[in-house]
């Protein structure tokens, strides 16, 4: 056919043409029959469409169509010769293969693989299996045995592989004698004897007559061999329809299939002005976008119009043969308007509900956090709106668990995760409570003992019933429901496969690896999109040829997405692919470069868009396909490429590495402001603050306003140590225990004797550490368990000399006393008066340790401080302005001059004299003890007046966005939100440490 127009509407002309022309008994036109011919076609969607043009084409001679049989060209041998033994499932396959593999003698089996699975582990010998079945089909493909294959090998190459193809012919064959025993024949087998001549049962029911060949430009050696048989016999004849100029007829063999030498020599096929070369994937896009435009100007802004005019989406065809194109094309198209549809569909194991089974796979196999999170996060389980997702992630912070696996003895509704603390404890309770709704009402008997494949497809089952419901009325035409459906569909295959796997073979295996070999059947499988007549189709690169639309813009046309090329087979390399006659790159490169030309010539008005970086900014290679030309064309495609010629494409493409032109395209600007509420107003600002809160409130009100007021925070799991909060809280909490415990038991006479302030130290910190992380804690964890045991060693010693000098404990956790009645939102809520301006102003806020002196009367207000490096509370409260010895200070944090007015029980006589100080836990041991303020009366009335005047300016209830004010590390939670990045970096001293109020 000649190739200046698309082929399929040529090819149903063809068609309409060989139809016998019957008519009806009162005179009128009748029917058109072609139901005895049969027509092969390269793909599914090609035969769809031409059935349509058929139709079309009998309306319009006003005739009724009897239409031909199609078919694909991998179905062809079956439908020639029909398979007269029943062909065992996909399942079973892989479950007799992997026991053939499985059962080969250990030094066979290491000179097939350096790695084999453990002996035990069956999902990963189905793994294997399948990966060799799907090495047979590649094999059989060329009409080839395994035991062929090891005879290829013995000459020609430089490597002689002949020894592992002889054990895996090994494998073959016992996996043919155990098909052969169980009255079943997989289809190599059965293909293979109808090449060797041996398959005569079953023609007669094979199909006879006239056979089309439309737009096959390759063909494996066993179908080739297959169609052979039935020409020689008499059975065919078979028509060749080739989508070229006929001058070109000895570029095709006798099928219609291009002969790869040929076109070696073809000469330029592919006109310059038909590509575009642009930067990366979203340039990509953007240029599809103005191409669109170009082919229809009068369609203005959009691709089309109300009146009609312009492109209509089933004019338009957009080829993306690279995947990462896809997402940056499908959100411009709807920026315009315009819906895509995927030809393709979507893998099966990337819906939700096969999301679902794969996280609840992980989760079973080893039971680690991060297989919780993953189905704790899963949407169709809803319990990011019920609060469960939060709460995990709260648990996780205060615990930092490495797996979670619940006792077989635990009682419903019994807490049994390990939590310690007020908060601690509460948040284990009630994450107890949603992990044994989701263990006993979704994964159920899955958490049972094994038991064979088999008999876990009830179980297997009652996952998505539990969650989608088991008398839900699903509609296949919604969106959410047709992936239900279809996984629900998958699922059932493949346990109605599992009931067939032959009993000697089904030993008992766990849940998680029923649930995995079921998993590995859905790859490789897609769920079709919904109908869209309005969608715009994105089309992979072999449905492209035979699509029959006006417009068409190729995406992508980059190595190796274009030409497809099969790279690094462990087991096929390139030359051992050659000698069998199976399809390699040579021949793909043909069959592109033809297909890229007949679309071309068929519509000039194609473009072929190629990109210069993926969307990681890694280099990409010229299709070789734009490159099949000589000279001084070929310098300038190169040229081109390398981005010598700046801007390539005038719908927004760039050049090499320039940034997008945002006065030709809007969406080139970043839509958003950061922040996008630069000015915070409270209409009623807090009337109580913690004394620790203060710092940020003087370094960068905005951020207090966001952290403190509107209490923005991030939560998540993916801590795997712990943080210096988690550190310092751990610490805090073992030295409250030895207070609290001296306090009740000595009067807060610790001993003096340094080897028992470290046994009861380990002890309490032993203690600590299995309540909150139980027995599952992550390795680094452990560590830091031990730095801090290190730490408190060093506090022992300098305890006991502070107990030698005659100190005694008298308070731990000090605060101030609880708050009227009308200013608490909660029972037990604690704050001291701090009047400003006549007004009520409230300080809250626990002091770590309280120490008295008896023989001297003094009293020391200390804060525990486990930061990294030991600090003075002067580096930490204040800053000098400006530069030399004498330059003022001014307050930077006000935390230990407030802790003045939250102290009780220190008699008022002796307030004046109050010492303040840090006591210091760094990881230089010989720096622990204390380091106290050196603050005269008049300095810490500043530091009050300071805190008087941030309050003043709190009480406004304004917080502007300040650039310069804004403190922010890489990894800052809110740095996003905004729009900073690292401005400077943080003191040592402003490490969080642990505050409870």
């Not at 390795?779 to 801090?788: H, K, M, S, T, Y």
């Not at 605060?815 to 009308?822: N, Q, W």
């Not at 007004?839 to 001297?856: A, C, K, N």
Request: proline share 8%; with cysteine; net charge negative.
């Amino acid at each position: 056919m000649d190739w200046t127009a698309p082929a399929l509407p040529a090819a149903a002309g063809l068609l309409l043409e060989r139809a016998k022309r019957e008519k009806w008994d009162d005179g009128s036109p009748g029917s058109l029959d072609l139901s005895e011919l049969l027509v092969v076609l390269p793909g599914g969607r090609a035969g769809r469409r031409l059935l349509e043009l058929l139709l079309d084409g009998a309306e319009a001679q006003d005739r009724v169509l009897r239409p031909p049989r199609m078919a694909t060209l991998g179905a062809l041998p079956e439908i020639l010769f029909p398979p007269q033994l029943p062909e065992p499932g996909p399942l079973v396959e892989r479950r007799v293969w992997a026991e053939a593999l499985r059962t080969l003698p250990d030094q066979a089996m290491e000179r097939l693989l350096a790695s084999p699975p453990e002996s035990e582990d069956l999902a990963q010998w189905m793994g294997l299996g399948k990966m060799i079945r799907e090495l047979q089909r590649t094999v059989g493909a060329g009409g080839h045995t395994f035991a062929d294959v090891a005879h290829a090998c013995r000459e020609g190459f430089l490597f002689n592989d002949e020894e592992r193809w002889r054990i895996l012919a090994r494998v073959q064959a016992e996996v043919r004698g155990r098909w052969r025993r169980l009255g079943l024949e997989d289809a190599e087998t059965r293909r293979e004897r109808v090449l060797s001549g041996a398959e005569a049962a079953g023609e007669e029911e094979g199909f006879t007559g006239e056979l089309w060949l439309v737009g096959v430009a390759e063909m494996s050696g066993l179908v080739r061999g297959v169609l052979g048989r039935a020409l020689a016999g008499g059975r065919v004849q078979v028509h060749t329809v080739v989508h070229a100029p006929s001058t070109w007829d000895d570029r095709f063999d006798a099928m219609g299939c291009v002969e790869p030498a040929r076109w070696s020599e073809a000469g330029e096929l592919i006109p310059e002005d038909a590509i575009r070369v642009v930067e990366g994937p979203r340039e990509q896009a953007r240029e599809v976008i103005h191409l669109l435009r170009e082919a229809a100007p009068e369609a203005g802004a959009g691709l089309a119009t109300e009146a009609g005019a312009g492109l209509a989406p089933e004019d338009v065809t957009v080829g993306v043969p690279d995947p990462e194109v896809i997402p940056f094309l499908t959100d411009r198209l709807a920026r315009e308007g315009v819906t895509s549809r995927l030809a393709e569909g979507i893998p099966l194991e990337r819906t939700l509900p096969a999301r679902l089974l794969a996280a609840v796979a992980d989760f079973l196999e080893e039971g680690e956090w991060e297989g919780l999170a993953a189905l704790l996060r899963h949407p169709d389980l809803r319990l990011e709106s019920d609060g469960g997702v939060d709460l995990a992630d709260r648990y996780h912070a205060l615990h930092l668990p490495a797996r979670i696996r619940r006792p077989e003895r635990a009682s419903p509704g019994e807490g049994w995760l390990p939590s310690r603390g007020e908060n601690g404890g509460r948040v284990g309770r009630e994450f107890s409570g949603t992990l044994d709704r989701l263990l006993d009402e979704v994964l159920g008997d899955l958490l049972g003992p094994p038991r064979p494949l088999a008999r876990w497809g009830e179980p297997l089952a009652a996952v998505l019933l539990a969650v989608y419901g088991a008398d839900a009325a699903l509609d296949p035409h919604r969106p959410g429901d047709r992936e239900v459906v279809a996984v629900s569909r998958a699922l059932a295959e493949a346990i109605q496969d599992m009931e067939r796997i032959p009993p000697e073979l089904d030993t008992p295996v766990p849940g998680a690896v029923a649930l995995r070999v079921v998993l590995d059947e859905l790859r490789g499988r897609a769920l079709p999109p919904g109908a869209d007549a309005e969608a715009v189709e994105l089309l992979g690169w072999l449905e492209l040829h035979l699509d029959d639309v006006p417009h068409m813009v190729i995406t992508g046309v980059n190595e190796p997405h274009l030409p497809e090329a099969v790279t690094g087979d462990p087991f096929l390399p390139h030359e051992l692919r050659r000698g069998l006659g199976l399809l390699d790159n040579e021949r793909r490169w043909a069959r592109d470069l033809y297909q890229l030309a007949a679309i071309v010539h068929a519509r000039p008005g194609t473009r072929i868009v190629t990109g210069r970086r993926t969307l990681a900014g890694d280099p990409l290679r010229p299709s070789r396909l734009l490159l099949a030309v000589e000279g001084k064309p070929l310098a300038r495609r190169l040229l081109r490429f390398l981005g010598e010629g700046g801007e390539d494409g005038a719908g927004g493409a760039v050049g090499a590495g320039g940034p997008p032109n945002a006065a030709r395209d809007p969406f080139a600007r970043d839509p958003f402001a950061l922040p996008p509420e630069p000015v915070i107003q409270v209409a009623r600002p807090p009337r109580r603050l913690a004394v620790t809160a203060f710092r940020s409130l003087l370094a960068d009100p905005y951020r207090f306003a966001l952290e403190r007021i509107l209490r923005l925070d991030t939560v998540d799991d993916r801590a795997r140590e712990m943080d210096p909060m988690i550190f310092g809280v751990v610490t805090h909490a073992v030295l409250e225990g030895l207070g609290r415990a001296s306090l009740r038991e000595e009067g807060g006479r610790l001993p003096a004797d340094e080897v028992e302030l470290r046994r009861r130290l380990d002890e309490l910190l032993d203690r600590e550490m299995a309540g909150r992380f139980g027995r599952h804690a992550h390795p680094a964890v452990r560590l830091q368990g031990e730095q801090i045991r290190g730490r408190l060693h060093a506090f022992a010693s300098w305890q006991a000399e502070r107990s030698r000098e005659g100190w005694i404990l008298a308070q731990v956790e000090a605060g101030p006393p609880l708050l009227p009645e009308s200013e608490r939102r909660g029972p037990t809520e604690r704050g001291r008066l701090f009047p400003v301006d006549g007004e009520p102003f409230y300080l809250s806020g626990r002091i770590d340790r309280v120490d008295h002196h008896p023989e001297t009367g003094a009293w020391c207000l200390l804060d525990y401080k486990t930061s990294k490096k030991a600090r003075t509370p002067d580096q930490v409260h204040r800053k000098r302005q400006g530069r030399g010895r004498d330059a003022p200070h001014r307050w930077v944090d006000l935390q230990l001059p407030l802790y003045r007015h939250l102290v009780e029980g220190i008699p008022e006589e002796a307030r004046d004299q109050v010492q303040l100080g840090y006591l210091n836990l760094p990881a230089d041991r010989d720096r622990t003890g204390v380091e106290l303020a050196r603050w005269d009366e008049v300095e810490l009335e500043e530091a009050d007046q300071e805190a008087r005047e941030a309050i003043r300016r709190l009480r406004l209830g304004v917080f502007e966005w300040d650039p310069a004010a804004a403190r922010v590390r890489r990894d800052d939670a809110l740095a996003p939100l905004l729009g900073v990045g690292v401005m400077e970096e943080l003191d040592d001293d402003e490490e969080a440490e642990n505050d409870q109020d």
